[in-house]
Every structure is written in C-alpha cells, then in structure tokens.
C-alpha cells in the first residue's frame, strides 16, 4: 500500500514514494549529484549565473544554427527559467545569426475557463517568449512566425504533429516544485489510479492535452510569478507531453536553485541516474531518455541538513 501525499492526499506526488530513497537523495552532496552522470544521463555544474543562463541561451542558438529550408531544426522551451531569453535575442542580433529557418514550440500555457490564456495577459507565457526573446530579435533575421509554435485547445494534435515537421534537438526545461518537467504533474489518486499512480509506460504515452494542476504547482507559481497570490494562479493548463519528449533528441533541465527545492534538484537526479521510474515523481520518466542532461547552478544546490537560522 503507497502512503498517502503529505501536502495533497487526493494526489500523487513524491511524498508517497519509499523512504529509503527520499532519505538516499536528502544525504546527496554537491560532489555526489556530480557522480550521478551515466550513459544516456550527464550532469554539469556553473559556478556563476552568468555562465549557467549563458550556456542556456546558447542551447537555443546552436538548435537554429542548424536549421536549413529543407532540414529546419529548433528547440521547445520553458517559461521558467526566463533569463536565458533575452540572452537568446541579444546573440542573435549581434552576431547577426540568421535563424529564419529554425523553429521554436513553447511548452504550455495556462487555461481560463475551456480556452487557452489571452497572449496579451502578462503573466501568458506566449507572452513572455514573444517580450524577453521573439520580439527583441531582428525581423530580419527572425524565424517566421509559423514557426513559433504555442499550443492551443483548438488545435492540440496540429501542434503535436509539427514535432514531425522539424526536428526538435533540445526540450529544455526547468524543474517544479512537483518534479515535473513543462506541466507534465502527477495525476489524481481517483479512479483506476486510487491504489497506484500509472506505470511509466503508461504515463509516457500522454501527448500534448488539458492537465489538471497539482496543488503544489500551484503554490509554485504563484511565489515565483504573481508575489504569492495563489487565487491569480489557473489551475488548468495546456500542456507538451511525454510523446513529444521522446520526440525531441536531448533533453535538457536547467536547476537555477530556486525554483524546485535543494531536495528536489536532488531526487529527480538519483532517480534518473538509478533509472527508477515513478510517476507519481513525472521527471524521472526521463531515465529512459535516450539523451537527458541536467545543468545545475552550483551555488543554488544547497543543502538539505537542518537549519532553523
């Protein structure tokens, strides 16, 4: 018999997981999480922001350098982390890289009421890829916008077929505070998932669709985009799924330290590299990944020793 969540007990999530591996990933040190790299799973540390958002923003650039009219290549990326953005625009202008073959898929948005959220609200995250990068790149060196891509409930399967159209190199991401990657969260504990939260392989064949969201990605967001106000944040979103993942040749998570916590930016790295699968825990579906890696901030690892300063 799983335990039952400790933060939602209608829901999966990590705290239902054996306590032998949750104690194993809170006694990681910064040296171990360093040891964790296998085939198939790589591990690299930045000891400066400057370094860790620089290197992100370049993910981007070397996915369009290798774009062509006829092989056209690009990257799906996360609203969080967002510095790397505008980093992105201000390469492209100044190295005058011409990226107008390449293409770009955002990873989710947030759902008001049955419709994806208006790109005009401040806090779409179409809106933020068009402010912090889209919109600060030369047009004459831009992609066109056809091959922006941001899904939509009216067009879910379009946008999951244009995986096929161009060759996604990178699904970049960060990591929430319910260990998902994009909105892939853990599902309720009703139904046929009341004793058992799916199998991995089951989990791995959801697409892009509508996902209810995990109380504890709602806390998330609202302390890292509306000041804590957790009524602004929706609880529905629109959302890449495992299917387009396993399209995406590598897949590259971004851990800053301040998004998830230092226990998290540590067990999803033990799963990975140990290949247990859980979807109650969704990142750790990535070990059978063919290509993942994880780049942490060094200074953001923390530590997961007692401190009541």
Known sequence: ????????????????????ILRDA??????????????????????????FYAAEA?????????????????ICGPIGPTAQLPVVAQI????????????FWGMDEWLVGDKEMDPQNPISFANTDMALCFGRIDKALRMPQQNIHFPTVAAIDEFSKSFDSA??????????????????????REGQYAEA??????????GTRVVDLHPLTLIQNARTSVGGIVSDVPSRAITVGPVETWKSDKVSIWHPGYHD???????????????????SVPMSLLADHP???????????????????
């Open 26 to 51: 809170a006694r990681l040190t910064a040296d171990d999480i360093l040891q964790l790299s296998r085939p198939g799973f790589t591990v690299r540390f930045y000891d400066t922001i400057e370094q």
């Open 92 to 103: 492209v202008n100044d190295l005058r890289i011409d990226v107008r073959n390449g293409h």
């Open 58 to 74: 370049l993910e981007y650039v070397h996915s369009w350098m290798q774009a062509t009219e006829h092989e056209p290549t690009g």
């Open 167 to 188: 060759r996604c190199m990178v699904m970049q991401g960060g990591q929430g505070e319910v260990k998902h990657w994009a909105f892939n969260d853990p599902v309720k």
């Open 197 to 206: 939260p799916p199998s991995p392989e089951e989990y791995r064949k959801l």
């Open 261 to 279: 916590n230092a226990f998290g930016i540590r067990l999803t790295a033990l799963m990975i590299s140990k290949r247990v699968a859980d979807s």
């Open 291 to 309: 290509d993942v890696q994880f780049s942490y901030l060094r200074p953001g690892i923390g530590s997961c020793r007692p401190d009541m300063k």
């Open 1 to 20: 018999m799983r335990a039952i969540s400790k933060v939602a007990p209608d829901w999966w999530d990590y705290t239902t997981l054996d306590e032998e």
